[in-house]
């Protein structure tokens, strides 16, 4: 129950942070994809970097997770197409809801209804992705 609670509440800061710097905001993403502004960039930009940052510390120092076991990191299978088709795929999903995952989830709690659609249909593919991974060439 206690560590359910403070996922809860990483969830909510994670929240009020995306309201707060615009991450959520129909408008901003809109500039993003039409290149009209650099805010989404700067913020995506400074993520990528405290990212690199972060991963860096852990394998430096080896942290250890929260159960006190060490923190792995598996190389992955570099292939341009398979980064194209799914950033491809993501990128309009977001370009036309406005939203990604994470947002989705802050959009509801504001009170946006019109999101459940965008949630359930992201559930729903995220569903279809699992019963055929198998069967997709990774």
Do not use: D
């Not at 250890?64 to 197409?81: A, D, L, Q």
Request: aromatic residues 12%; positive net charge.
């Amino acid at each position: 129950m206690k560590s359910g609670l403070k996922f809860m509440l990483a969830g909510i800061f994670f929240g009020i942070i995306m309201a707060k710097t615009e991450a959520i905001s129909w408008y901003r993403i809109q500039e993003m994809f039409r290149f009209q502004a650099f805010h989404m960039y700067g913020l995506i930009g400074s993520a990528v970097g405290i990212g690199i940052l972060v991963v860096g510390a852990i394998k430096k120092f080896k942290i250890k997770n929260i159960y006190g076991e060490p923190i792995v990191f598996h190389p992955k299978e570099r292939s341009i197409s398979r980064y194209l088709l799914g950033g491809t795929i993501f990128g309009m999903g977001w370009a036309l809801t406005g939203a990604c995952p994470g947002p989705l989830a802050v959009h509801i709690g504001q009170g946006v209804g019109v999101m459940v659609i965008v949630m359930l249909s992201a559930s729903f593919g995220t569903l279809i992705y699992g019963a055929i991974r198998e069967k997709l060439p990774h």
